[in-house]
C-alpha cells in the first residue's frame, strides 16, 4: 500500500473544506449590506479562527471567498484580491495555531492591507489609503476577536466531541 492519505481521510478532509466554503459564502451574502465596503463587518470572517483546527479549513475558507465576493460590488477584482487576503490569512493562522490570539490577528492585518488598499485603489471611495486600512482592520478586529475568539474558546470546549 501507499504512504498516501487514506479515502476516508482525504474524504473528511474535502468534506470539511466544502462545508466551511458554503457556510462562509452564505453568511457573507446573507448580510450583503455589511459584508462589503470600506466599512465592513463580515460576521462569516468569524470563521477565520478555524484553520487552528483544521488544515481544510484554508481552502475552505479561500473558495467560500471567492464566492462570496462574486457579487460584490467591487467586482471581480474582490475575487482575486479578497481571495488572496483570506488564503494569506488562513495560512498565517494555521501557522500560528499554538498561538491563538497572534493566529487571530493574521486576517487582520491581511484584509487590512489588502482589502484596506483594494478598496482604495478600485472602490473609488472619498476616504484616504490609511482610512480604508484602518475601517477594514477595525471590522476584521471586530469579527475575529469579538466573535471568533468566543466560536474558538466554544470549539476547544466541544473538541473531543467535534473530532478536531
Not at 457573507?28 to 483544521?54: F, H
Request: charged share 10%.
Amino acid at each position: 500500500m501507499g504512504t498516501g492519505p487514506d479515502k476516508k481521510t482525504t474524504t473528511k478532509f474535502l468534506t470539511q473544506a466544502a462545508l466551511i466554503a458554503a457556510v462562509y459564502a452564505a453568511l457573507t451574502v446573507a448580510i450583503m449590506p455589511l459584508s462589503y465596503g470600506p466599512m465592513q463587518l463580515r460576521v462569516s470572517e468569524a470563521m477565520t479562527v478555524l484553520p487552528i483546527y483544521t488544515p481544510a479549513a484554508i481552502p475552505g475558507l479561500f473558495v467560500g471567498c471567492m464566492i462570496a465576493n462574486l457579487v460584490s460590488p467591487v467586482g471581480i477584482v474582490d475575487v482575486f484580491i479578497g481571495g488572496a487576503a483570506t488564503l494569506i490569512a488562513a495560512v498565517a493562522t494555521y501557522l500560528l495555531r499554538e498561538h491563538k490570539l497572534a493566529a487571530l490577528f493574521m486576517p487582520v492585518l491581511a484584509n487590512a492591507v489588502l482589502v484596506g488598499g483594494e478598496l482604495f485603489y478600485f472602490y473609488n471611495v472619498d476616504f484616504s489609503l490609511a482610512a480604508c486600512c484602518f475601517w477594514v482592520g477595525l471590522g476584521e478586529t471586530g469579527a475575529c476577536y469579538g466573535m471568533g475568539l468566543p466560536l474558538s474558546l466554544l470549539l476547544d470546549k466541544n473538541r473531543e466531541r467535534l473530532s478536531l
